[in-house]
């Protein structure tokens, strides 16, 4: 089938979803609808915003539509009345109920950013860096009732760069996903891909972050902390607590032991205990291992770089 000639309905919300947008228009496929999130105050003004998606809809002149939940009978007839051959989703936001799904004459294809069945869920990026994988990837999947759960069509594997955050990583992944998508769509719709059922024992859920999720202490490992603080740099924020006061982590790295950055009298500090102020080097010791802090926010100030800030902490001490 000619790609003009198959009429797609996209649904997707955040970058991520805009990337394989932008593929499937630049590919020469006929995007019919749009659907994305609601627009949603952003920022300490609350300024309504609208998600990326329907801003690159609505450059292009495709319609967009957003519904606050899919499983009404207004959604239903409006995306019925398309009579599109083909749904396709990329972080969305929403399930799809039966109703929907069964509408397509070729289904519903979700590019999910995990190797599935690894990952199901809203998280996986975030959840994927926090829990220190070294590998991940986009699945390709046709979707079903339920959470990820869907048959595999294929699978595209990307390594996670040991110091990389979440917002590079899911650019990684969108770029993976844009790049194979229209492929994808082209032998799918021909016939010339079977799909492979997941292996439900294997499955792992990633529900949504928490915003207390965020927290940690210096008892912990000094990469467990560094995970936290790159997976969740965006939102909302690897912090630790001293009383009422919160001191917010937004960029690191992991020191060894033996560098020799950290003097050797402070190898046996407390963690928490500040071991190297000077420079670039604003080093604090862990439960186990360093924690070279890149980039940090203190009580009520502004985010700083180390190197304008770290002669403002004593070596020797708690840093807070």
């Not at 590919?27 to 609208?50: E, S, Y």
């Not at 009978?73 to 799809?96: H, Q, R």
């Not at 959470?147 to 110091?163: F, L, N, Q, S």
């Amino acid at each position: 089938m000619d790609r003009r000639d198959l009429k797609i309905i996209f649904m997707g919300t955040p970058e991520f979803a805009g990337t394989n947008l932008k593929a499937l228009i630049d590919g020469g496929f006929n995007v019919v609808l749009c659907l994305c999130q609601p627009d949603k105050p952003v920022g300490r003004k609350h300024i309504l915003t609208a998600p990326p998606v329907k801003v690159i809809a609505q450059e292009k002149g495709i319609e967009v539509f957003q519904p606050d939940t899919l499983k009404t009978e207004e959604s239903l007839e409006k995306i019925s009345s398309y009579d599109a051959d083909l749904i396709v989703t990329a972080a969305y936001g929403k399930i799809l109920p039966k109703s929907i799904l069964d509408l397509p004459k070729y289904g519903c294809i979700n590019c999910h950013g995990s190797l599935l069945p690894a990952r199901r869920g809203a998280a996986p990026v975030q959840r994927a860096i926090l829990e220190g994988d070294k590998v991940t990837g986009i699945t390709f999947m046709k979707m079903d009732v339920g959470m990820d759960t869907g048959d595999i069509i294929d699978k595209v594997e990307v390594a996670i760069d040991p110091d990389e955050h979440t917002e590079s990583l899911m650019n990684r992944l969108a770029e993976a996903s844009a790049a194979k998508l229209p492929a994808i769509i082209d032998a799918w719709v021909n016939g010339g891909l079977e799909t492979v059922k997941q292996d439900d024992s294997l499955a792992t859920a990633c529900p949504p972050i928490r915003p207390e999720e965020g927290e940690f202490n210096w008892t912990q490992d000094a990469l467990d902390i560094h995970n936290r603080v790159r997976a969740l740099s965006s939102w909302p924020g690897a912090f630790v607590m001293s009383g009422e006061n919160k001191l917010k982590v937004l960029d690191s790295t992991v020191i060894s032991e033996d560098d020799p950055v950290i003097p050797e009298e402070l190898k046996c500090a407390e963690p928490g205990v500040v071991v190297r102020a000077k420079g670039e080097n604003l080093i604090v010791k862990c439960g186990n291992g360093y924690l070279k802090i890149k980039e940090l926010q203190q009580p009520g100030g502004k985010r700083l770089n180390a190197r304008d800030c770290a002669h403002n902490f004593t070596v020797g001490k708690q840093i807070m």
